[in-house]
T-cell receptor, first 114, second 113 residues
Framework: DQQVKQNSPSLSVQEGRISILNCDYT??????FLWYKKYPAEGPTFLIS?????DKNEDGRFTVFLNKSAKHLSLHIVPSQPGDSAVYFC?????????????FGKGTKLTVNP | NAGVMQNPRHLVRRRGQEARLRCSPM?????VYWYRQLPEEGLKFMVY????????ESGMPKERFSAEFPKEGPSILRIQQVVRGDSAAYFC???????????FGQGTRLTVV
């Protein structure tokens, strides 16, 4: 069962435009959400996170939006740059003080064209 | 301030051999997670360890796989009698504890031939 879903395997945008990556989840116990960026042959790099008590978190060009009622979050990158081309993973966890393991989606490959 | 270090980066094993993957967490981090990524898939949780303790191994296959994080030295993920289906990228992540922004290593790519 896929608790975290990224339904778009790939996304292509023009440099300077907005990139919107989407993620849906099914487990209502998730209360912390993260986005990771991954280049080929590298480990995932933490990008931005959001707690379930918020609906928006912004860090420079990156903004994450959380819609709890829809169990949906999205990552906005604006303006997109060619260096943003990578695979983006959405991840979720339940912060219950024990194991805070992350549940990952399958990823969306973003290509930013110059 | 070195990041999470994993070695080897690439490991080739014949079927039936043992694979040992090592992970040195970031300085000051006492929590280690192991994840596996199969081709075209997301990362899947395997095991969560603190020094000398296995906290959550709900993602570990019941047989052939084991993990440890000794008081001194790196965390080790051990796969005995490897099979072709074990071929994957294995990532280690560490965190201070109580903080969910885990930092990942570059991974070990295991190929079973």
């Amino acid at each position: 069962d896929q608790q975290v879903k990224q339904n778009s395997p790939s996304l292509s945008v023009q440099e300077g435009r907005i990139s919107i990556l989407n993620c849906d989840y099914t487990n209502s116990m998730f209360d912390y959400f993260l986005w990771y960026k991954k280049y080929p042959a590298e480990g995932p790099t933490f990008l931005i996170s959001i707690s379930s008590i918020k609906d928006k978190n912004e860090d420079g060009r990156f903004t994450v939006f959380l819609n709890k009622s829809a169990k949906h979050l999205s990552l906005h990158i604006v303006p997109s740059q060619p260096g943003d081309s990578a695979v983006y993973f959405c991840a979720a966890s339940v912060s219950r003080g024990g194991s805070e393991k992350l549940v990952f989606g399958k990823g969306t490959k973003l290509t930013v064209n110059p | 301030n070195a990041g999470v270090m994993q070695n080897p980066r690439h490991l080739v094993r014949r079927r039936g051999q043992e694979a040992r993957l090592r992970c040195s967490p970031m300085k000051g981090h006492s929590h280690v997670y192991w994840y596996r990524q199969l081709p075209e898939e997301g990362l899947k949780f395997m095991v969560y360890l603190q020094k000398e303790n296995i906290i959550d191994e709900s993602g570990m296959p019941k047989e052939r796989f084991s993990a440890e994080f000794p008081k001194e030295g790196p965390s080790i993920l051990r796969i005995q009698q490897v099979v072709r289906g074990d071929s994957a990228a294995y990532f280690c992540a560490s965190e201070i504890g109580g903080v969910t922004e885990a930092f990942f290593g570059q991974g070990t790519r295991l190929t079973v031939v």
